[in-house]
Every structure is written in C-alpha cells, then in structure tokens.
C-alpha cells in the first residue's frame, strides 16, 4: 500500500525532467560518493561525501538556539570560492551540497552557484520567507535545487521560536510558491519542548501531503549559541517518541522522512563520527559539524596551498574529532560530553570560528545530556526500502565497533554519578518496551 501510494505521488506529482535530475544527481551519483567514501575509509582517507556550506552568516530572524552569527557583518562565500569548493569536490566523486547559513535566500549569487554546476544537486536549508514566485520559477529551471524549509510551530510558537512577528504566514508564502511553480519542496522542524505536541502528529503529517510537500525531516532542538534555551530540549521520552513516530510513519505516509541519526536497525549514530559529512562555515573554516564551532583548516588558500581534499584527509584535528566521537558515544558528543569536546579543542589548539568568538565559553557552559542514543531502545525500521537504503548508504560503517560507550555516553555518565554516591556498582537499566 506504501509502495503505491508514494510511487503514485513521485509518478503524478513531479515534474519528469526535475525527478530526473534527482534520481540522477542526488540518488545515483549521490549513492556512488558514498561507495567512493567507505573505499577511501578502508585507506583511513577522510573526504566527506556530504558537505554542509554556510555560504552567509546573515539571517533576517533571530533563531532560538541559533549558533550562527546572524547578527554580525555579512560575510559570504562567493561565487568563485564556491566553484573551486565544489569543482575539488567533484573531483573526488562528490555531487551533492547541503546548502546552509544564515538564511541562503539573501546570498546574492545563490542561483549563480545552482547554476554553475548542474549536474550536481542542492538541498538548502532555508525559512523560506525570500522565497518568490520568481525565484521558485528560477528553481523549476534550474533543476537541481530542493530547498527544505523550516517551520517550528503554529503562528504563536513560530514567533517565539524565531524572534520575529508573521513568521509562520511568511514562510507558508515561501511553501506555496515553490509547491505552485512545481519544486521538489521539503518541510523541516527541530523538534522542542514548544512545538513536539504540534508538529510530531500525523495530523502535520498528513497536512504536508495534501499540501504537495515530497519529503520532511525532523531534527532535535540543540540547545547552541548565545542564546541557547536548554529548557527547550527534548526529554530522552520525547527523544525515543520521535524516533518511534518517524518510523511508523515511513511505514504508512507516502512522503519522505529523512533522518541523519539512526541505521537501519535503530541505532543511533553521529554523520561526523562517521565521516560522512563535515561542515563548511560562511568564512570559508573547516568544521566537524555545525555546532562544532572550532577549526584548525579553511577552503581558502592564503599560507596553505593544498587541496580541499589533502586539508580535509590530512587534518589530525578532524581525525581526533571523529576518534573521539567514536570511542564516547553513538549519540552526539556536543550534548553528551561537552567536557570532552573542550579538551579536544585545546589539544589541537583549534581556533573559534564564530565571529562573536565566544565558543568556548558555551561549550563550557554546557551540562551533558542525552541526544539520539538511547542504549537498549533502538527502533529498527519497518519500510523495507529505508532499511535496505541505510544498509546500503547510511549506517555507522563500522566506526564503533569495539567501543564500549558504557560508562562515557550521557548514560554512562549518569551511571557513574550515580555509583560515585551509592558506592556500588549500578547496571543499565533494561530495556521497557
Ligand atoms: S556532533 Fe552532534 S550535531 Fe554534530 S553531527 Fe554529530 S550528532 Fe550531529
């Protein structure tokens, strides 16, 4: 029933020539960066087949949890470094780019980088509120572009969620429009304590099909920046009732469900840890994600001739960063070991790569909790196609293996705070189904 239903829509709702072009550049192309990537790995040879490019720090809203100097002087990267960025990148096989910011709609020469390389595919993340008539008619041209845009709650808690007035109309404007001129439109939310109750529903759900929405993808609130709100993050309840809602739905809904958490039997995992994706910020630093706001290497050349490729496999920082991951936990170490991750910063002396330059000082402020792994509540998919998709393409490629998370992750912790005052030896609690 699944299986006809979703080919239905990808067979009477899309456009040919725009699901060519993802079936193509995304899915076939895409497929093989990630082979070429665990061949490289077998090489102990990092390149990320999925890049993350900040290509403007500017934002017309002002985000809770937002880590990105939003506030601060515009800086971009152009046309030109983002055609060497993505030119070095395709040489080793890459075609996909996740497009960030800062809000992507206000770069200037945005479709100009669509443009510039198409037979490549981008997904941009974006509030949609930029979004025209015109621009989603550029995009249907284009092709090669599906911008996911975020919505964080109903008219109120969208206000709240991001600091301005008519957010939710605005963005619903920028939806529309890409839906009436034929895109291929995702929809998003970081999932928090404001809006979990509105947006994780199959009332939501059901609302982004009828509207013509092909994919959504439900991230969790990271309590980030310089105005982080931790009382907006999930209970490690609401965390594994996410991971159990995404599942049944990819079991019934015919729309797409992106995640970037767990394999297919449910366990969790972090894209940096296993090297399959990396971030780039708006001045051109190295990053091993989006919150990890600290950098020893940039795509710019000034004193360092090498290749994007050579920075990206030579880099001890990055190396260290994703060993570290590895051996503490399968969830994410920002949240789980922010103690951790400070350390490693000031081993390999990484400089903060936010223009507030207070990176450091959040980090510290930061208390360990959980994040997307929940040892001994993994839900393993029921749609047989996820399944065969992540063992395929997206799965911890054995970078875990060996390590005993026991007493490191969020859990451990807890466990050996909690054997630190009772004295004895406490074991995991087992498993309530
Ligand atoms: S470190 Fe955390 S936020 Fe970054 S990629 Fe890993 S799980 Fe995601």
Known sequence: MYTLR?????????????LWKLIWNLGVKGSRSVFLHKRRMKKGQYFPPFLYVSIINSCNLRCQGCWVDVAHKQQTIDLKAMNKLIGEARQVGNSFFGIVGGEPFMHPELFDIFAAHPDCYFQVFTNGQFITDEKARRMFELGNVTPLISVEGNEIISDQRRGR?????????????????????????????????HLLTEAWVDRLIEMGVLYTWFHVYRPMGPDANPELCLTPEQQRRARQFVVEMRAKKPIIIIDAYYDGDGKALCPAANGISHHINPWGDIEPCPIVQFSKESIHSGKDERTLFEKFTQSEYL??????????????????????LAKLVEKHEAKDSTARATAMQELRSMTSRTSQYHPGYEIPEKNIYYRIAKKLLFNDFGVYEGHDHSRTSAYGQERVQQESVSQEPVQPEPAQR
């Open 6 to 18: 979703m080919a239905k829509r990808m067979l009477f709702e899309t456009n040919k020539r725009l």
């Open 165 to 197: 007035l008519d957010v939710y109309s605005k963005t619903l404007a920028g939806i529309d429009a890409c839906l009436r001129n034929k895109v291929m439109t995702g929809v998003c939310t970081s999932l928090a304590k404001s809006n979990i109750d």
């Open 319 to 340: 190396a260290d960063f994703r060993k570290l991951s590895q051996e503490t936990t399968r969830g994410c170490i920002v949240l789980e070991r922010p103690d951790l």
